[in-house]
T-cell receptor, first 115, second 113 residues
Framework: NAGVMQNPRHLVRRRGQEARLRCSPMKGHSHVYWYRQLPEEGLKFMVYLQKENIIDESGMPKERFSAEFPKEGPSILRIQQVVRGDSAAYFC?????????????FGPGTRLTVT | AQTVTQSQPEMSVQEAETVTLSCTYDTSESDYYLFWYKQPPSRQMILVIRQEAYKQQNATENRFSVNFQKAAKSFSLKISDSQLGDAAMYFCAYTKGNTPLVFGKGTRLSVIA
């Protein structure tokens, strides 16, 4: 059973460009979370999605950031007009939600560098 | 809002010895779930151990065990027989079950050969 997949693993963008980060959850998982980790800090929640629905986006900046989880295909975190402060590691986690422990399984992360 | 506090930014332990990492949290919920995640230099987040708040028995996974004190809102991780591969950042995390994880700031563990 493949784990959570994220691509690309590393992404370099110039200021003003767009960044697209992809996440494929574990098989059978229909809940996806995105987290951001700044250097030397813990993970901070950004957005929680189920298939075709955004459940909670309270941690995501209202401008330039958007997320989707379509019926088919991976979840996408999109950052428009990137700035240097967007440089961070972005992690995706998935959960089956049918279990009793609510644990989340993480992908390897995408390290975004804005130059 | 729920918060998770890890008061030890860095810890070190001799190989084969035991170390305890501290975590406290704040919540008004009675049912919730606590986790310890390990993040090695590869930055992959690895689930180490989980604890359901409704369970009185402390969780154990091989060399890893927790001391869960619900009244004190404390959730410490004990690593026994420490190995070089245990060196990593360790994050304590909380969820009430249908919400995103809330993480502490982490403890960097060094293992001395």
């Amino acid at each position: 059973n493949a784990g959570v997949m994220q691509n690309p693993r590393h992404l370099v963008r110039r200021r003003g460009q767009e960044a697209r980060l992809r996440c494929s959850p574990m098989k059978g998982h229909s809940h996806v979370y995105w987290y951001r980790q700044l250097p030397e800090e813990g993970l901070k929640f950004m957005v929680y999605l189920q298939k075709e629905n955004i459940i909670d986006e309270s941690g995501m900046p209202k401008e330039r950031f958007s997320a989707e989880f379509p019926k088919e295909g991976p979840s996408i975190l999109r950052i428009q007009q990137v700035v240097r402060g967007d440089s961070a590691a972005y992690f995706c986690a998935s959960s089956p939600r049918s279990g009793s422990t609510y644990e989340q399984y993480f992908g390897p992360g995408t390290r975004l560098t804005v130059t | 809002a729920q918060t998770v506090t890890q008061s030890q930014p860095e810890m070190s332990v001799q190989e084969a010895e035991t170390v305890t990492l501290s975590c406290t949290y704040d919540t008004s919920e009675s049912d919730y779930y606590l986790f310890w995640y390990k993040q090695p230099p590869s930055r992959q987040m690895i689930l180490v151990i989980r604890q359901e708040a409704y369970k009185q028995q402390n969780a154990t996974e091989n060399r890893f065990s927790v001391n869960f004190q619900k009244a004190a809102k404390s959730f410490s991780l004990k690593i026994s027989d420490s190995q070089l591969g245990d060196a990593a950042m360790y994050f304590c995390a909380y969820t009430k079950g249908n919400t995103p994880l809330v993480f502490g700031k982490g403890t960097r563990l060094s293992v001395i050969a």
